[in-house]
């Protein structure tokens, strides 16, 4: 069949999906000077930083932060882990650093929760302000396109930086996960494992 891509080629499709540093510069610059001047642009900066922070940070399919309540993190041995039900029901567990926990308080402060989650907390994580309710997967998904088309601002003399800003999408940020843990010498063994591979 003609889905079956050889390798190289789909080596290459995640390479050309994969942002430069100026490109992942851009996208974290974006996150930062969002608008906050009123609470309805507060809320959806500090959403969204959440939102990105449990993407990059843990490697998550975007499926999987909208499903998942805040029980799933849990402390053990003074460590927080995520855990995280994959394809086929396997349940896995990431490590959470430090730098996502700060997210965490962050946004739960900011929906009038205590800083750190506890396992009877099966509410969602993403849910609207006002009405309390989830957030459905379009709506996260477009939050995370808007980033990318926003970036792309930043390159105005470069065409092809530009349109390939304008396609990220969410799955790109397990792409990256991957390739920044790479980066620091992280494993593959270990990158396989926190992502669930």
Same mark, same amino acid.
């Given at each position: 069949?003609?889905?079956?891509?050889?390798? =190289?080629?789909?080596? %290459?499709?995640?390479?050309?999906?994969?942002?430069?540093?100026? =490109?992942?510069?851009? /996208?974290?610059?974006?996150?930062?000077?969002?608008?906050?001047?009123?609470?309805a642009?507060l809320?959806?900066?500090?959403?969204?930083?959440?939102?990105?922070?449990?993407?990059?940070?843990?490697?998550?399919?975007i +499926?999987?932060?909208?499903?998942?309540?805040?029980?799933?993190?849990?402390?053990?041995?003074? @460590?927080?882990?995520?855990?995280? @039900?994959?394809?086929?029901?396997?349940?896995? +567990?990431?490590?959470?650093?430090?730098?996502?926990? =700060? %997210?965490? @308080?962050?946004?739960?402060?900011?929906?009038?929760k205590?800083?750190?989650?506890?396992?009877?907390?099966?509410?969602?994580?993403?849910?609207?302000?006002?009405?309390?309710?989830?957030?459905?997967?379009? /709506?996260? %998904?477009?939050? /995370?396109?808007?980033?990318?088309?926003?970036?792309?601002?930043?390159?105005?003399?470069?065409?092809?930086?530009?349109?390939?800003?304008?396609?990220?999408?969410? +799955?790109?940020?397990?792409?990256?996960?991957?390739? +920044?843990?790479? @980066?620091?010498? /992280?494993?593959?063994?270990?990158?396989?494992e926190?992502?669930?591979?």
């Amino acid at each position: 069949n003609n889905f079956n891509l050889n390798s =190289e080629d789909r080596k %290459y499709q995640v390479w050309s999906r994969m942002l430069e540093s100026d =490109e992942w510069q851009a /996208i974290l610059d974006t996150l930062q000077n969002m608008p906050q001047d009123s609470l309805a642009e507060l809320d959806l900066k500090i959403r969204t930083q959440f939102l990105f922070a449990m993407l990059y940070l843990l490697g998550l399919r975007i +499926h999987e932060v909208v499903n998942h309540s805040w029980s799933s993190f849990r402390l053990k041995d003074g @460590k927080w882990w995520f855990f995280v @039900k994959g394809k086929g029901e396997r349940l896995g +567990h990431v490590p959470v650093n430090d730098q996502l926990l =700060e %997210y965490v @308080k962050a946004y739960r402060r900011h929906l009038g929760k205590e800083e750190l989650p506890s396992l009877y907390e099966t509410e969602k994580m993403l849910v609207s302000i006002n009405t309390g309710k989830p957030y459905q997967l379009r /709506i996260l %998904y477009n939050m /995370i396109k808007n980033t990318g088309v926003r970036a792309a601002h930043v390159f105005s003399d470069n065409p092809q930086k530009q349109e390939k800003l304008r396609r990220f999408s969410p +799955h790109w940020l397990r792409h990256l996960a991957a390739s +920044h843990q790479d @980066k620091v010498g /992280i494993s593959m063994n270990m990158i396989q494992e926190n992502l669930r591979h």
